[in-house]
């Protein structure tokens, strides 16, 4: 089915799913060329427990081999998260490293509180979490000289589900054109453990927070929506205003550009 998305400037029309033995070794071909291109060693990736993250760094893992290293970062953090992450670097016998930033949080929020004349709102806190695993990603990616991976997919992007400067800020995005379901599969030819795969998708930002809980509908209705498929009218509708509400979390930050011909200003 063809549809036109205007508010999206794409058009669609292909299966729904793609196969994941293609998928992964397009992905993997397009990493090494970027980590060469880039004139680095290998590359770097955050660990979170959950699917994405674990079929990031399992492509890194055949692409570089031990050039590459999984990062978990604990940040008040679920303790079953931090076992899965752990889990997912045994089976896939990841080169891995914890880097438990709790403390370093702490620090921070108490720092700036006296900056705030009342309590942080949730988000606020809850967003420093991803901002400070990234700055923990490139001190470590800049160190060993390994390019910093993303983790975010498709169905994310599309609608804003991440946090500007945190998950966002990264090198490059591998997995940026795969629906979810695109990712759960790539997931099982990787052979990723199945409960992984199975988990509720999480940022684990909050106990008990889930995306699909927080988004308002699921993944694969967002799936369909990008593959052109029907659903129902105030999904499409949700979908294609969060787009463009959170259009300013994909561009490029705007510049003043000043044009120095302009002689009105009397300089």
Known sequence: MERETANLGLIFMRPLYRDPERLAK????????????????????????????????????????????????????????????????????????????????????????????DDFEVLPLANAKPRLRMTTLYMLGQQRRYLVCGTGNKAELTIGYFTK?????????????????EVRELARYLEIPEEIINKPPSAGLWKGQTDEG???????????????????VEVKDKIEEMNRRTSHKRDVPPICVIDDNDTTQGW
Do not use: N
């Not at 994405?52 to 055949?62: E, F, M, R, Y």
């Not at 400067?165 to 379901?181: I, R």
């Not at 927080?214 to 129902?232: C, H, M, N, Q, T």
């Open 214 to 232: 927080e988004i308002g509908f699921s993944y694969d209705l967002i799936d369909k929506y990008l593959a052109g498929g029907d659903v129902p």
């Open 26 to 117: 397009t992905i993997q071909e397009w990493l090494k060329k970027k980590i060469e291109g880039s004139g680095r060693r290998g590359g770097i990736v955050g660990l979170s427990g959950g699917i994405d993250s674990a079929v990031v760094a399992g492509l890194l893992k055949k692409v570089c081999g031990l050039q590459m290293l999984a990062v978990i970062m604990p940040c008040h953090s679920q303790e079953d998260d931090v076992k899965d992450a752990y889990k997912v670097a045994e089976s896939l016998d990841l080169p891995h490293t914890l880097v438990d930033l709790t403390s370093v949080y702490d620090a921070l929020v108490k720092s700036v509180s006296s900056a705030v004349d």
């Open 165 to 181: 400067h945190g998950d966002s800020g990264v090198d490059v995005l591998p997995l940026g054109d795969l629906l979810k379901q």
